[in-house]
Structure formats: C-alpha cells, structure tokens
C-alpha cells in the first residue's frame, strides 16, 4: 500500500538514513494510528535498499513492567559478540539480557556502555538502524538504555527511529532525538487513501468514515473492513475505543480455539508459541497445533516466525484482552501459569494476576521474591501486587512503601508518588506516615520543602534509631543534612540534628555521619570532622560511596584539598560500577574544590561532565552547580562572555529552587568577573550578598571561603572598616577549625588590611601556604608584590611579582596574570606574551580525551571512562590532533605530563 500524504517525513527519514554518524535519529510522535508505524515500515524498506541493517524492538503493555525486555528483543541477534566485550560491560549486559545469572542488579548505565560498544561493532560491518516502536509502552530501563544511545551516536553509522503516542512521555522524549510530530491527513489525502483502501463503499458511508475518521490513517484502513459489523452508534465512539471495537470484531469470526490461543498469547509475556499452544491445550483440554493459528494469520492480525508470535498492531493485543471477561482472563493466567512451572519467577506472575482477592500465601511469596529480583523494576511491580493481595491494611500499607522506596532507589519518581499515595489511602501508623513523608523528599534533598522539615526528620530518625533501625536512621539523618546544604534551616534546627546523630550507637568515625556533622555544623564541627578526614585520607579507594560523603564532608568543612582527593576516588568507583546517578555529585565536588585550588585544567572537564550526567540523571540542582562551577573556570579564564553566559542558566536554577550553594557560586562568579573587569564597587557587592542571612545566596559554610576575593574588592573599593568588622566576627570560628580554606582566607584578608605589621603577615601567610593550594600562593604572591611596590621596595617586589606571573600563567588565571604583567611593569620589567596552554585549545569534553589518551589508555579504555563508544573516541582524537598541531599519541604525551594528567 503507498503511504498517503508523508512525503515531507520521509524526506526527513530518508536524510537520516543518507548520512549515519551525523545525528542520532527522529522520534516519531502522534495519537493511536495516525501512521506512525507506516513510516517506520517505509524506513526499514529504504534501509533494506541502502544495505543499512535493521534492529528492532517494540513496546508492549503486558512487558512494560518486566526490566530489560525491550533491550532483550533489540540485542539478541547481536548475542555473539557480547564475548568481545570487556567483561565488566558484558558481565552487566548479559545479566541485564537473562543470558547469565547473577546476584547484583546490573547497573544500567553500564548496560547502556555494553549495548553502545556491541551496536558500536556491529555497525563498523555495516551501518544500523535501530527501530523501538511504542517506546511509551517499553519497560523503564529499556528505554532509559536506548535514551542513554541516541546521546552518543551521533558520529556513530547508526541511526535511531523511535515512535511514541504524543500523550504519552519517555526517557526518549529528552534524549536529543529530532521530533518528527504527525498529524491528521489533510482531507484530500484522506480521500485518496479512503478510495484506495474501499473503492467501492457507497456514497453516504465513506462520508461519514471520511468525517469520522478525521484523517487517521489507521481508521481510514481498519473500519471499512468492519463497517458491516458495525451500527451507526459504534461510529460516533472515541477514536481509540473505535479502533478497538473494529479490531475485536475482526476476530470474532475466528474459530474458538483460535481466539483461544490469540487471549493467552496477548497475556503472555514473551511471545513464545510452545508456551502459548501449551496453554492452549491446557484450556481446551485438548492437544493444540500450530495450524489453529492459521485463521489469524490469514486475517493479518499475528505474525509468525519459527518460535514467536507478534501482533501486527499494538492495538490487537489490548483488544484482544479487554475484549475477554474477568473469567476468561484469570483462566488463560492458571494456565500459562501450569506450563511455565519450570520457570518459577514467571509462573508466580501468572498465579498472582489469576487470583481475585486477597491471598496473604501468595502475597508472603511475591515479597519473597521481590527480595531476590534482579532488577529493582521486578521488585516494584512485585511488591505491588503483593500490596494488592494482603489481607490486612498494615501489611498493604508496608509493602506499598517498600515498593515505593525500591522506586526512589530507581529514581522513579512518579512511581514512588503513586505508591505513597495509595499507601496513604490506608490507616497508617505514625511511623509509617514519616516514612512516606521522607521517601518523596529524597529525589530533591528536599530543595523545596520548607525548613520546619528537617525538625520532622530529626525527630523520624530518633525515632526509628530507638526502634533498632540504625541504618535507616542514619540515612534520614544524611537526608536532612543534605537539606542543612541546599537551604538555611536556623540554629535550632542544626542542633536537633547534632543531638540525634550523637545519641546513635556508631562509631564517631561513622563516614556517614563524618559527613552530617559536616554538613550541619562545618565550624563548630570543622575540627573533629578534619580530623577524620585526614587519617581517612590514606585510605581511599575501597567503597565509592564511602570516599563520596567524605569528599561532600571535606568540601563543607573547607578542606579542598581533600575534597579534590576523596571525590577523584569516588568518581572512579562510581564510574566502574556505573552509578551515573551519584557521579554527578561526586564530579561537582571534585570541581568545584579543584577550581578553588586552582586547577582548572582538571576541574574544568570533571565539571562539564558533571554537568552532561546530572543533567542525562535528572538532577536540576546538581546540574545548576556543576554550571555554576564552569561559569566560575570561564571567569578565572577571563572570558567573561562565557560565564555571563552560564551565569544566566545557573541563577535561573538557583533560583527556581531557593538552592544557595549554586547562587553562591554565582556571587562569587559575578565578583571575580567584576574584580577583573576593575568594577571593585560591584565586586564588593556581589561578593558580601554570600555574608548576608537575609539574602538568597547566603551559605554558612561557602561564605568563610571566599575571603581573599571580598578582602580584594573591599580594599579597592574602600571597604577597609566593613571588612575588619567581618573578619573580626569570623575570629571565633578560627579557633573551633583549623579549615585550610578559611584560614588561608583570613590570613589573606589581614595582610592586605596591615600597616605596620603587613610585612610579617605576608611573609607568615606565605609559609603557612601548603603547595596543594597554588591559586592561594599566587594570590599571596601578587598582593605581597603590590605591597612592596608601594612601599619602593622595587626590586624585591619583582621577584613575588614574578612568581605570580608564573603561577597563574600555569594556572591559567588570565586575568590575574594580566594584572601581575601590569604590576611587572610598573616595577620596570616588562613580560613576554602568555602562550595559550594546550589545554586551553580544546573543549572540556576533548580535554577530558586527549588527558586519558596521553596516560596511554587505548580508545576502548577511554570509552569505558567516559560511557562513550571507542569509535567516538577516536573521531574526537582525529579532531584533537589538528587543533594541537600534532599527529601521533607520542606528542600527546609529551603535552599532557603525568602530573597535568585527571585523577579518574
């Protein structure tokens, strides 16, 4: 049949398939019928034609809730070359597929690195069109896999097309595909196809299917060959229910046994002809042959291949179940569930979905099994159904929360939603409302609760401490920690949480709660919580999530050093394990501190990763933060368009959420932009919002470490008695930490404020400077320089001046070192141009590359790091070379030392 109408998208299409390894692909969007699936069959055909092989899936309701299902269709032809994999990548993939059993849960992000380097190879033979019909109906971590795809296919020779319902939403739907919208026909085209399809209809039925039909492609094909079955009321129905009802009565012609096999084949979750004509003769009490699917083959409602039956609509199969009453229904359940006794899992499934009521027996058994799924999805929906069959409210409101909590540990925020609300519904214990309570707020941190929550949490988790649930309680305390970072709670409210976190019975050395005193009480707790971290410090790299807290504890506390450190490690662990949900956070910590170190060069790509995996992860604030931190590097940089730039978008989102560290970071951006531009006024300003209680980007603990820069702005701009005034309301908290970060700042700050005793101030402050804190030397260096000079001391002031110039040229500070070349020449010495650095030519993201490429990791290795496929590594290598003026891996070494090289 010619496609009526689509000549405009499938020139699109076409231009995809021309030019593979150029864009990712199109995603495919429109109500029920209006054509989708056509288009897609017209791009398999050309595909077919250019030699381009074809992969496809498809999603469908009664597999929606079963993990991996729809990858599993994708990728099994692709099966052999999972051995060519490394074997973490094929250890997760194979697990994730149900080709090799394991006790872990796959991490999905790296599913989706195994399946990108197996799809990778495959399309270095030939190039591929992947094709995932209905992705709306595709079970989460399969469409999540393919959304993680089509971000990192784009030099690939493989396309992607994906259709979705335009009501409906996936991961798909923001995974950087062209949005090809289809609407109805115009009514011309529906005309043609109307007379092509049933030319011989009289004259008044095809104007009321013409006017019906409202130019749905699918209803101009479908209802013509229903029309005698169907009265005038069934053609004033819903679109939808009217496809349906046409679909149903194509089928009740068909032979019993027939439409037997075709309920159970619709109830099914994998298409398996022996199971469904096992099933069968289980219901007919009579041996059932392939040959009782003859009529509908015949009637094109099911396609056959050697084991698997599909139906050639999605539409059919939904028709066909709610065409069945409850009885049919629950007996097709017994029976698939009888065949499939050697399958235990599957089987349970079938048994739950046939029992009508309450059955605490099976429901006792889903928990069980829910205990030991695979995959968290299994145990979401498992434990649901267990909910549904308890016999008691309690035991349904407890397992509905414990499905809710497995959904927050898999990210599924609506799912968690749907299920406290249903627990909700229930008569709850007080200990059970809290815990609802808590769940939600753990996809945010609770940005956007009010401050009076944490009170709540402190008093759940003393609560649930007494109850014998140490654990738990020490995981609300970081959750309501965590809200201490975002938001300002009040005194009062950090006190409660202190109190609660020293009355548990762990260890003071507790990492967990190394890192709640941190968070809550970064002064007053700076020097026990320092203390930890540096007999902790030698021990990094055991348990990622361990190094994570304490490099989030090192940061709060001021200890960049560490922070830089402890969050290397995690990231390297978190990567490996391909935990891309707690990566981002681990990777805005590392740049964040490297950036207040001064080592752009690795914080710069750490953060614009950070910033690419929160934002794939869904992590607006962490996404804000990781800009934040970019606009930051661009200004030390000097190129102040690019950080007004991401300024904008991070304020937006500081904003929007009341989040202060990001605001913060944006201050501080703004001042340093300002000081470089010699606005001291405005940097002053800027800078002193952060000291503010009533201002939005006030924070407690960023505020003490931002010294050097508002001393700097408070000079030149006049400020001198303000800032003494400061610095003398922060000398108590010196005494309570010894944070590296605050007191490098106030020894800064007093010795640019000295007069007779500056001499001395600069001179201690350069001997307390540790060498892991360059940018603070060269500050310190460069003030002491100014200072010398004004007093004529013109010859010793060069050789600090000197050093300045050095440091931040190496550092690349380009406005520093321009002020440092300004003060050279004041002093009479004038200063070579500062050669860009290497580092400097590439973008985050190639810097991040040539970095790992010069430590001598192959392109599959450096993949593996950076959840990308070795053939776009090497496409980016091959653009890095000419910007760098080299041709080889050798060169590369030698501009990227060891020492310059990223601690991944």
């Known amino acids: 049949m010619p496609l009526f109408g689509r000549d405009a998208e499938l020139k699109d299409l076409s231009a995809y398939l021309e030019g593979p390894g150029e864009r990712s692909g199109a995603l495919i969007e429109g109500g029920p019928g209006i054509g989708k699936s056509a288009l897609v069959a017209e791009s398999v055909t050309a595909a077919a034609i250019a030699g381009v092989r074809v992969l496809r899936t498809a999603g469908t309701e009664a597999e929606q809730d079963f993990a991996y299902a729809g990858l599993h269709r994708l990728l099994y032809p692709l099966r052999r070359g999972l051995d060519a994999l490394p074997k973490r990548q094929s250890d997760s993939l194979a697990t994730a597929l149900g080709l090799a059993d394991s006790t872990g849960e796959p991490s999905a992000y790296l599913v989706g690195l195994a399946a990108l380097t197996l799809l990778s190879d495959a399309a270095a033979e030939r190039p591929l069109l992947i094709v995932a019909e209905d992705v709306h109906w595709l079970d989460r971590l399969s469409a999540e896999v393919l959304a993680f795809l089509a971000r990192r296919i784009d030099t690939e020779p493989i396309v992607l097309i994906a259709t979705i319902r335009d009501d409906a939403n996936s991961p798909l739907s923001d995974a950087e595909l062209a949005h090809l919208p289809l609407g109805p026909l115009s009514d011309d085209q529906a005309a043609a196809l109307l007379d092509f399809t049933a030319p011989d209809l009289p004259a008044a039925v095809r104007r009321r299917l013409l006017a019906e039909a409202r130019g749905n492609p699918l209803a101009l094909v479908e209802l013509p060959t229903a029309a005698a079955d169907l009265d005038e009321s069934a053609l004033t129905l819903p679109l939808p229910e009217r496809l349906e009802r046409a679909f149903v009565a194509r089928t009740a012609t068909l032979p019993p046994a027939c439409r037997c096999a075709l309920l159970l084949a619709a109830l099914d979750d994998s298409g398996s002809i022996a199971e469904i004509l096992a099933a069968t003769s289980v219901l007919q009490q009579t041996p059932a042959d392939p040959e009782i699917l003859a009529p509908a083959t015949e009637a094109q409602l099911i396609d056959l291949s050697p084991d698997t039956l599909t139906f050639r609509h999605p539409l059919m199969r939904s028709a066909v179940a709610a065409a069945a009453t409850p009885e049919q229904r629950r007996s097709a359940h017994l029976a698939l569930a009888e065949v499939l006794t050697d399958l235990p899992d599957r089987s349970l499934r079938h048994r739950a979905a046939a029992t009508p009521g309450p059955d605490e027996q099976i429901a006792v058994t889903l928990e069980n099994f829910a205990e030991r799924a695979r995959h968290r999805e299994d145990a979401i929906t498992t434990l649901e159904r267990a909910a549904a069959l308890s016999r008691s409210p309690a035991r349904r409101a407890d397992r509905l929360l414990r499905a809710a909590e497995t959904a927050v540990d898999a990210g599924r925020r609506p799912t968690a939603e749907r299920l406290v609300a249903a627990a909700r519904t229930l008569p709850l214990t007080s200990g059970q409302q809290a815990v609802g309570n808590w769940l939600l707020s753990g996809f945010d941190d609770g940005v956007r609760e009010a401050p009076s929550r944490i009170g709540e949490l402190a008093t759940l988790a003393a609560s649930v401490a007494a109850d014998g649930h140490v654990d738990a309680a020490k995981r609300i305390l970081w959750g309501a920690a965590m809200r201490c970072f975002w938001s300002e709670p009040g005194p009062d409210a950090r006190r409660t949480l202190l109190a609660v976190a020293d009355e548990l019975p762990v260890p003071d050395d507790d990492p967990r709660l190394v890192a709640v005193a941190a968070y809550?009480?970064?002064?007053?707790?700076?020097?026990?919580?320092?203390?930890?971290?540096?007999?902790?410090?030698?021990?990094?790299?055991?348990?990622?999530?361990?190094?994570?807290?304490?490099?989030?504890?090192?940061?709060?506390?001021?200890?960049?050093?560490?922070?830089?450190?402890?969050?290397?490690?995690?990231?390297?662990?978190?990567?490996?394990?391909?935990?891309?949900?707690?990566?981002?956070?681990?990777?805005?910590?590392?740049?964040?501190?490297?950036?207040?170190?001064?080592?752009?060069?690795?914080?710069?790509?750490?953060?614009?990763?950070?910033?690419?995996?929160?934002?794939?992860?869904?992590?607006?604030?962490?996404?804000?933060?990781?800009?934040?931190?970019?606009?930051?590097?661009?200004?030390?940089?000097?190129?102040?368009?690019?950080?007004?730039?991401?300024?904008?978008?991070?304020?937006?989102?500081?904003?929007?959420?009341?989040?202060?560290?990001?605001?913060?970071?944006?201050?501080?951006?703004?001042?340093?932009?300002?000081?470089?531009?010699?606005?001291?006024?405005?940097?002053?300003?800027?800078?002193?919002?952060?000291?503010?209680?009533?201002?939005?980007?006030?924070?407690?603990?960023?505020?003490?470490?931002?010294?050097?820069?508002?001393?700097?702005?408070?000079?030149?701009?006049?400020?001198?008695?303000?800032?003494?005034?400061?610095?003398?309301?922060?000398?108590?908290?010196?005494?309570?930490?010894?944070?590296?970060?605050?007191?490098?700042?106030?020894?800064?700050?007093?010795?640019?404020?000295?007069?007779?005793?500056?001499?001395?101030?600069?001179?201690?402050?350069?001997?307390?400077?540790?060498?892991?804190?360059?940018?603070?030397?060269?500050?310190?260096?460069?003030?002491?320089?100014?200072?010398?000079?004004?007093?004529?001391?013109?010859?010793?002031?060069?050789?600090?001046?000197?050093?300045?110039?050095?440091?931040?040229?190496?550092?690349?500070?380009?406005?520093?070192?321009?002020?440092?070349?300004?003060?050279?020449?004041?002093?009479?010495?004038?200063?070579?141009?500062?050669?860009?650095?290497?580092?400097e030519m590439l973008t985050p993201h190639e810097l991040s590359i040539a970095q790992l490429a010069a430590t001598g990791l192959t392109n599959r290795e450096i993949g593996q790091q950076l959840y990308l496929s070795h053939r776009t590594v090497s496409t980016h290598l091959h653009r890095i070379f000419p910007k760098l003026g080299i041709s080889s891996r050798t060169e590369l070494a030698h501009l990227f030392p060891p020492e310059a090289a990223p601690n991944k």
């Open 520 to 839: 809550v009480a970064p002064l007053d707790r700076g020097e026990p919580v320092i203390a930890h971290l540096r007999a902790r410090a030698a021990v990094t790299g055991h348990d990622p999530e361990v190094d994570r807290f304490l490099g989030s504890a090192s940061l709060q506390v001021g200890a960049f050093d560490l922070a830089a450190q402890f969050s290397a490690a995690a990231a390297t662990g978190l990567r490996a394990a391909g935990a891309l949900g707690a990566l981002p956070r681990a990777l805005t910590v590392q740049s964040w501190s490297l950036t207040r170190l001064g080592d752009l060069a690795a914080a710069a790509p750490a953060a614009a990763e950070a910033a690419a995996f929160a934002r794939e992860t869904g992590q607006p604030f962490m996404h804000g933060l990781a800009i934040a931190v970019q606009a930051e590097i661009a200004a030390l940089r000097g190129d102040y368009n690019q950080s007004g730039t991401l300024l904008t978008e991070a304020e937006r989102i500081g904003l929007a959420s009341g989040a202060r560290p990001v605001l913060a970071t944006v201050q501080l951006t703004r001042g340093l932009v300002a000081l470089g531009e010699g606005r001291f006024d405005d940097a002053y300003t800027d800078l002193l919002r952060i000291h503010d209680p009533g201002d939005s980007s006030h924070s407690p603990a960023l505020r003490t470490y931002f010294l050097a820069e508002l001393a700097e702005a408070a000079i030149r701009s006049g400020n001198t008695r303000d800032l003494r005034d400061l610095l003398d309301g922060l000398e108590p908290a010196t005494r309570s930490t010894s944070s590296p970060a605050l007191h490098i700042g106030m020894r800064y700050a007093r010795a640019v404020l000295a007069t007779d005793d500056a001499e001395e101030r600069f001179t201690d402050a350069l001997a307390a400077a540790a060498p892991a804190w360059p940018a603070e030397r060269g500050r310190l260096h460069l003030a002491y320089g100014e200072w010398l000079r004004r007093q004529r001391r013109i010859i010793e002031s060069r050789t600090h001046l000197r050093t300045a110039r050095a440091t931040f040229d190496a550092l690349g500070f380009t406005a520093w070192s321009a002020r440092a070349r300004r003060e050279l020449r004041s002093a009479g010495e004038t200063s070579p141009n500062r050669t860009p650095d290497a580092r």
